[in-house]
């Protein structure tokens, strides 16, 4: 079952991503633009890089993560590629 949040963009469906946070529509998990963000990107830049996002989205996005930081750091942590496991020719 589909839960909304407070958030007008933001749901969790158990069916996606096992009910991780995503952007409803597209489907776009909210770490994946916490992560760009946390990069350095601007908000509103990351519908350039993610242009099926609106700048609407990207901002519910960012405000879903300040209000369950806790919640969305253990996500990214818990999907983050050990470093072992990336081609060093990627880092580089």
């Not at 839960?3 to 529509?25: C, F, K, M, W």
């Not at 990107?41 to 930081?69: C, G, K, N, R």
Request: net charge negative; glycine share 4%; hydrophobic share 40%.
């Amino acid at each position: 079952m589909i839960q909304a949040t407070r958030h007008r963009y933001i749901i969790n469906d158990p069916a996606i991503l096992s009910g991780e946070p995503i952007v409803e529509g597209p489907r776009t998990p909210v770490r994946a633009i916490v992560e760009l963000w946390r990069q350095g990107e601007s908000a509103e830049s990351i519908p350039a890089q993610l242009p099926h996002l609106t700048l609407a989205q990207v901002f519910d996005a960012l405000s879903y993560y300040s209000d369950h930081h806790t919640e969305m750091n253990a996500a990214i942590e818990r999907n983050r590629i050990p470093e072992e496991l990336v081609d060093p020719l990627i880092i580089s």
